[in-house]
């Protein structure tokens, strides 16, 4: 059984940071490509990142692009997401997702497995 459990939500003030964590079980990690995407209340969830299975190639959403950075250790069947300068925009509830054995399968949509999610409150 696959089981993805994202760490490291929290409150934090406008312009600080926060770095969630995402493990992985269940599933050969270091094969997949791994992501990141938000939801607010009310909105769709969206895509922030995502990192291929070998961790050279990296995508990022446009609005988090330069401030946040994915990461993974294959070795800790684990994937990281440092968010750096965060604006209030930016609340909303994190979820890792496990995707297919190409990094486009993340931002495309086409997820194989969702964590439960993490809360991040920016407060202006």
């Known amino acids: 059984q696959v089981q993805l459990v994202e760490s490291g939500g929290g409150l934090v003030q406008a312009g600080g940071s926060l770095r969630l964590s995402c493990a992985a079980s269940?599933?050969?990690?270091?094969?997949?490509?791994m992501g990141w995407f938000r939801q607010s209340p009310g909105k769709e969830r969206d895509f922030v990142a995502s990192i291929s299975w070998s961790g050279e190639i990296t995508n990022y959403a446009d609005s988090v692009k330069s401030r946040f950075t994915i990461s993974r250790d294959n070795a800790k069947n684990t994937v990281y997401l440092q968010m750096n300068s965060l604006k209030p925009e930016d609340t909303a509830v994190y979820y890792c997702?496990?995707?297919?054995?190409?990094?486009?399968?993340?931002?495309?949509?086409?997820?194989?497995?969702w964590g439960k999610g993490t809360l991040v409150t920016v407060s202006s």
């Open positions: 269940g599933r050969t990690f270091s094969s997949y490509a």
């Open positions: 997702a496990s995707g297919g054995r190409t990094i486009a399968t993340i931002r495309n949509g086409d997820i194989d497995y």
